[in-house]
């Protein structure tokens, strides 16, 4: 089942602004993720945030979590060409005997130089 | 230090025939995960696997796939008797351990995108 959703869908910026993705979730979270997709390749890590915590940063990376509205935002600060990617939330469910991590659909990034 | 390798990275399939994903996760990790995605979707869960055991299959086609990760070689994704509906990229990830931590998130594999014909 889908727990992550992110909107916008799609989003296009020019290069310098910031780019800002939401995700929301269905049920009761441990720890909330961000990966990144380029076009055909697989997914890289780029953040945790646990459930406990309200607000990460990681380089030009910016997450919060607010758990009482179940959702997550990702904050990229002074966008490149190269951040142009999709972006997934994922959330841990428990399910089928285990824990695993349930992506949403993303949200396609580009920026324009 | 290699990542998760899976090949082939393309695999044309006509319908009916048999399709054989491999996937060797990155050297000691013992968890692996396999997802399908669809053009402009996210990723959907299919199974877990550890070391010969299938933790979880909750996420796979009751008919025609199945998953295997042996002692020794790569995990195995098999579809039988594809059909056009079975086109799709799927994803191999592994981890160190069954639940992804900020130390130990899931690496990802590039791929494998089947097109069935």
Known sequence: ?113 | NAGVMQNPRHLVRRRGQEARLRCSPVKGHSHVYWYRQLPEEGLKFMVYLQKENIIDESGMPKERFSAEFPKEGPSILRIQQVVRGDSAAYFCASSPQGVPTSLSPLHFGNGTRLTVT
Not at chain 1, 69 to 94: G, N, P, Q, V
Not at chain 1, 99 to 107: A, D, M, P, Q
């Open chain 1, 1 to 113: 089942s889908q727990q992550g959703e992110e909107d916008p869908q799609a989003l296009s910026i020019q290069e310098g602004e910031n780019a800002t993705m939401n995700c929301s979730y269905k049920t009761s979270i441990n720890n909330l993720q961000w990966y990144r997709q380029n076009s055909g390749r697989g997914l890289v890590h780029l953040i945790l945030i646990r459930s406990n915590e309200r607000e990460k940063h990681s380089g030009r990376l910016r997450v919060t979590l607010d758990t009482s509205k179940k959702s997550s935002s990702l904050l990229i600060t002074a966008s490149r060409a190269a951040d142009t990617a999709s972006y997934f939330c994922a959330t841990d469910s428990r399910g089928g005997g285990s824990e695993k991590l349930v992506f949403g659909k993303g949200t396609k990034l580009t920026v324009n130089p």
